[in-house]
């Protein structure tokens, strides 16, 4: 069973940088696309950013564009999400989630993955 851990969310400020990890255990992120999910209190879980299993392809919602980068190590089993320019509306439990795929193609609908992690906190504040 494949398990997610992300981590490096912290409290930053705003203008600030922070890199998230999602580390994966049990199996292999090969041939899965990953995505980035956040929820803010109040909020529905929204999409956020996502990797293809082949070609790296990606895709982010607009709110990010330009400002987060995602990128994934097989090496490391680890998937990142880079953000940067990071603002108060940022702030957010941010979650990865895996699913199958060998597509180049990949989308930031949460109905489409099946393994979670279990989140980690990122508050942009002065």
């Known amino acids: 069973q494949l398990r997610l851990v992300e981590s490096g969310g912290g409290l930053v400020q705003p203008g600030g940088s922070l890199t998230l990890s999602c580390t994966a255990s049990?199996?292999?992120?090969?041939?899965?696309?990953i995505g980035w999910f956040r929820q803010a209190p109040g909020n529905e879980r929204e999409g956020v950013a996502c990797?293809?299993?082949?070609?790296?392809?990606?895709m982010y919602a607009n709110s990010v564009k330009d400002r987060f980068t995602i990128s994934r190590d097989g090496a490391r089993n680890t998937v990142y999400l880079q953000m940067s320019s990071l603002k108060p509306e940022d702030t957010a439990v941010y979650y990865c989630?895996?699913?199958?795929?060998?597509?180049?193609?990949?989308?930031?609908?949460?109905?489409?993955?099946?393994?979670w992690g279990q989140g980690t906190q990122v508050t942009v504040s002065s």
């Open positions: 990797i293809a299993s082949v070609r790296g392809g990606k």
């Open positions: 049990g199996g292999t992120l090969d041939g899965h696309a």
């Open positions: 989630a895996a699913v199958q795929s060998r597509q180049s193609m990949c989308a930031i609908m949460d109905l489409h993955y099946g393994n």
